[in-house]
Structures are given as C-alpha cells and as structure tokens.
C-alpha cells in the first residue's frame, strides 16, 4: 500500500481515535489546523527521491547537518485510561536542527494514538517555552496510524517518499520560515558524436509528441547520482554504448512539468568509449548513429528553436569553438566532503 494510501486509509480507521482526542481538552499551546525528450523545449520522462535515514543530511535547510545532537529518552507509552493526578507524560524523543527547530526521532513514536496524541502535545507545549520554531516530524508506513492524529494537531504535510510522510509545525504566531516541499526534478541529455560526424540517438517508446522523433538520450539522475555519472549510466542503459564526460555544454529550466514541479535539464558533451548499439528494449524503440545533418534535418528541430539551438552548441563545442563546463572535485567547508563544481576553466594560465 502507498503511502499516502495508508494514509487515507488510517484516517478512515481511526475516527474513534480522533474522537477521544477532541473531547479531551486541548492544551491552549496546540495550534489549529489552520523533458525531457529535447522536444516539447526538451522535456519529459519522469523522476526525484527518497529518504529513508532518521537524520536528513545537507546545509541548506532545517533538516540537514551533522551537528545535530541526538540524545536518546526513549518514550513512556501511556493507556489513555490512566488519570492519575500524578502521571508524567514524557516528551516525544528528538534533536535540535541547526535552525532553532527539533527533528522529532521517528524509530521511538508511541505505538498508540493517544499515547501518541499526549506526548505531541505535551512536546510541542515544552518546545513553545523553549522558543523553538519549526517541527519536523516524520511518520513512517507502518506508523500511518498516526497522521491524523498529527494533522488534528495542527501538523501540515511537507512531502511523502515511498515508505513515509514529512509533516512540519510552526510553532511561532507569524508566517512559517520552514522550506518549501522539493520543488525539482533534475534530467541529463548526452550529446555523443563519434569520428564520423554522427551523434547517438533513440527513439523513445512513449505516447507523446516526441514519439517517432529521433533525439538525444535523455533521463533522470538517480538519489545522490552527480550530473556527469548519470548522463553516462543513462546513455550507457539505453543505447548500450560506454562513453566518458567531457563537458556541460548547456542547461534549460522549465516550470510546471509533471506535478507542477520545475524541471532541470543539462546537456552533456560525451565521448563514445564503444560504438556497438544494444538498445533497453522497454523504453527504447530504436537507437542508431545517425549523421547530424539528418538529425537536424527532422521537420521537428526546424520548428522548436530551443532544441535546435542544443545541437548548435553542442557541434560548437565540438569544433573548439564553445567551452562549456567541465567537472571539478573539490572539498566545501560546509560539510568538509568532496562533490563537484562544474565551471568553465578555458581561461586557465
């Protein structure tokens, strides 16, 4: 089952739940709740991520960094029947976020929903005195339970990924600062051409415009894929020909493409290791080296000037006649761990 699906079907299921939980009183600190074919202006296949580890890893947004401080507190799971003057509720176990926020630990949530329902907010009550801002807390599958129990809390859903959900809370009285859900989906084109003036190309299996249009190989880096390894695992999946990466010659930026997100697109200049053709026979129609003139010469790339526009730059580039981008391993003191810079060097000493 879906996530979301769990989801729809918790809600379902625990009305009786968020019954209870609206006729016992609420603390007065809880809130309401209130393409990628280079056609079409190259788009479109489809993609982005997951992330499936307790502690989300980057240095741009509240949930990343290797700073945080996790201290373990484990929870007490209480049974709602219990009403003793002198029962403690713990607070649900989680770390501060570099940002004046918590992430909350999802390994540890209260199996049950008013156990669960108590210690959310008796936290977010601890967190408000504390000064804290944004809340993260993340329910995963077999916790879908607990959703709407957050959402009668005044939790908003971030995003989903294929095993969880991302909720967030802002705890301030003013607008939310939290960063918005991933708004990207991230492609790669490769341009190979081999001595005799003839680039790659498929035909894609595909219902769209670009069907029966012989193009550029085209896809999505994977989780954690650099740019210039995914262009050549996706030339490589689809035509069966080993290439290595020589520059990034171009990139174009579309916006509301599949689910409304931004689309990124970098064309690649390769060059072909091996010339033997085995195309991926579930997506690929066809794959061949076809000579560039004839590849322009196709009724489609006469009319759509951005993709035209591709394959000049990238025969420039071929010619010495255009530098583009080459790829630059380098340590960023942010995270003290190597990744790449592409830029052009070509005025280099």
Known sequence: MGMMAAVVDACQRSG???QRLIEQPRSSEAKDCSVQCLSKGFLQKSFYSTTSST?????TVPLHGSSYVHKKKGIHVLSPKISSPSMRVELLDAWDDDYDGVIINPESLPLSANAFALALRASLSNWKLK????VWLKILLDQADLVPIAIQEGFNYHHAESGYVMLTYWIPNDPSMLPASPSHQIGVGGFVLNDKREVLVVKE????S????????????????DVFTGVIREVKEETGVDTIFLELVA?????????????????????????EITIDEKEIQAAKWMP???????????????????????M???EDRYSGFIANQLTSKIDGKLSYLYYNDSNKN
């Open 251 to 275: 990139f174009r930026h579309a916006h509301l493409v599949a689910f409304e997100n931004s689309d990124l697109l970098f064309v690649c200049m390769l060059k072909p290791l091996s010339f």
């Open 210 to 225: 670009c069907l029966g249009l012989w193009k550029l190989p085209t896809g999505y880096i994977n989780k954690s894929e």
């Open 205 to 208: 299996k595909c219902p769209c």
């Open 316 to 318: 420039s580039a071929y």
């Open 292 to 314: 560039i003139d004839e590849l322009i010469g196709q009724p489609f790339y006469q009319e759509d000037h951005m993709s035209k526009k591709v394959i000049d730059i990238c």
């Open 16 to 18: 009786f739940c968020i």
């Open 55 to 59: 502690q989300l890893k980057s240095s």
């Open 131 to 134: 000064g804290k801002k944004g």
